[in-house]
């Protein structure tokens, strides 16, 4: 007596379209970072930005010059995590335990990221607020009220990104999500 195969389980739609929508943004920055690299191979912004800078006699925070100082890996850090953004979105979409897991290291790194670059941001106000070598509140209140309002804006989306990303790892660990996937 053979049993009737039991109806397969449908899949969720969140799970598809948040494959689809990163997989659609991993190609675009795979795209833009080939595009990019091509740029920096002719010619070399952050020369040209320091002498822009220095023709202005204006300083620039260390932090920044080290950006421009390194571009080059930057961008082929940058096309990297495309790449893998693509490749684990891609096992994401076919429903491959991996692809979960990568999905889910990609938006771990992405919320420790933002927090990264808003204390980066931070110092680097910091360092012009020390450069100024005065009060800025005293030249103009408006400046100091702008740079603080910059400095919580990078603290504030750094936490808004954080927790919609902690979301999404929640239900891509829940137990119907999970059953989705193959091991």
């Given at each position: 007596?053979?049993?009737?195969?039991?109806?397969?389980?449908?899949?969720?739609?969140?799970?598809?379209?948040?494959?689809?929508?990163?997989?659609?943004?991993?190609?675009?920055?795979?795209?833009?970072g080939v595009i990019q690299g091509a740029m920096l191979l002719s010619l070399d912004p952050g020369a040209?930005?320091?002498?822009?800078?220095?023709?202005?006699?204006?300083?620039?925070?260390?932090?920044?010059?080290?950006?421009?100082?390194?571009?080059?890996?930057?961008?082929?850090?940058?096309?990297?995590?495309?790449?893998?953004?693509?490749?684990?979105?891609?096992?994401?979409?076919?429903?491959?335990?991996?692809?979960?897991?990568?999905?889910?290291?990609?938006?771990?790194?992405?919320?420790?990221a933002g927090f990264f670059f808003a204390a980066w941001f931070g110092q680097a106000m910091t360092w012009?607020?020390?450069?100024?070598?005065?009060?800025?509140?005293?030249?103009?209140?408006?400046?100091?009220?702008?740079?603080?309002?910059?400095?919580?804006?990078?603290?504030?989306?750094?936490?808004?990104?954080?927790?919609?990303?902690?979301?999404?790892?929640?239900?891509?660990?829940?137990?119907?999500?999970?059953?989705?996937?193959?091991?």
């Amino acid at each position: 007596m053979n049993r009737p195969n039991p109806p397969p389980q449908a899949l969720s739609s969140f799970v598809t379209v948040m494959a689809c929508l990163s997989i659609a943004l991993g190609v675009l920055g795979v795209v833009s970072g080939v595009i990019q690299g091509a740029m920096l191979l002719s010619l070399d912004p952050g020369a040209l930005m320091r002498q822009q800078f220095a023709a202005l006699g204006a300083a620039l925070p260390p932090q920044l010059l080290w950006l421009f100082d390194h571009l080059g890996l930057l961008n082929l850090l940058s096309l990297l995590s495309s790449v893998f953004v693509t490749v684990v979105s891609w096992g994401l979409l076919k429903r491959q335990e991996w692809g979960r897991l990568g999905f889910i290291a990609c938006l771990l790194l992405g919320a420790v990221a933002g927090f990264f670059f808003a204390a980066w941001f931070g110092q680097a106000m910091t360092w012009v607020n020390a450069q100024a070598g005065a009060d800025l509140a005293a030249i103009d209140p408006m400046l100091q009220a702008m740079q603080s309002a910059m400095k919580a804006v990078m603290v504030v989306s750094a936490v808004l990104i954080a927790a919609v990303h902690a979301g999404i790892i929640w239900k891509l660990c829940t137990p119907a999500i999970r059953a989705e996937f193959q091991r």
